[in-house]
């Protein structure tokens, strides 16, 4: 498809047990963000690729959280030892690297529910 | 602490009327500036963005204003409909990082 693809949509867990979230940016993006959105919250940054490496993981709440990227294209963010207050939607956006003024934007998928029971 | 802030959580316009969001954010190495909209259950969607060399961006029915020295920027929509009904974000970023840093959004209702 032409957008960023993520899956799965809707997760149900229970605390305790691991979760994988997938992120298939635009083809040809080089950068690629992933955020939070807990409920009532803003956009919470956790982390962003600039082709396979990491340059800030600033965002991610615990060591709990990881996530890698691979062939500079789809991205796996991982969160073990789910916690009830890890629910929230998982927003993942990718884009061109920024070249100057009114580049860079950033392309949102539809984002993957996370519930915690 | 919250570099982007967004102080109002909703805002109701009648349809026609223009709506204004505002925007405030306190790091002066914020070079880029982005709108974004979201719908329920959507991802968010890019609406009109403003780098630091202009202070004003215009698309359609969509300006965006940016006042550096007050580190405040806001976004118009003339005439509001009621399909703006949605929760618009204010992003910032800094070319040196290219992490863009979310508001906390802004409910915008429009009434028929």
């Known amino acids: 498809g032409a957008g960023v693809s993520q899956s799965p949509s809707n997760k149900v867990t229970e605390k305790g047990k691991d979760v994988e979230l997938r992120c298939d940016p635009i083809s040809g993006h080089t950068a690629l963000y992933w955020y939070r959105q807990s409920l009532g919250q803003g956009l919470e940054f956790l982390i962003y690729?600039?082709?396979?490496?990491?340059?800030?993981k600033s965002g991610l709440p615990s060591d709990r959280f990881s996530a890698e990227r691979t062939g500079g294209s789809v991205s796996t963010l991982t969160i073990q030892r789910t916690q009830q207050e890890d629910s929230a939607v998982y927003l993942c956006a990718s884009s061109l690297a920024r070249q100057g003024p009114n580049t860079g934007e950033l392309f949102f998928g539809e984002g993957s529910r996370l519930t915690v029971l | 602490d919250q570099q982007v802030k967004q102080n109002s959580p909703s805002l109701s316009v009648q349809e026609g009327r223009i709506s204004i969001l505002n925007c405030d954010y306190t790091n002066s190495m914020f070079d880029y500036f982005l709108w974004y909209k979201k719908y329920p259950a959507e991802g968010p969607t890019f609406l009109i963005s403003?780098?630091?060399?202009?202070d004003k961006n215009e698309d359609g029915r969509f300006t965006v204003f940016l006042n550096k020295s007050a580190k405040h920027l806001s976004l118009h929509i003339v005439p509001s409909q009621p399909g703006d009904s949605a929760v618009y974000f204010c992003?910032?970023?800094?070319?040196?990082?290219?992490?863009?840093?979310f508001g906390t959004g802004t409910r915008l209702k429009v009434l028929a």
């Open positions: 403003i780098s630091s060399i202009k």
């Open positions: 992003a910032a970023s800094d070319i040196g990082t290219y992490k863009y840093i």
């Open positions: 690729f600039q082709g396979n490496s990491a340059p800030d």
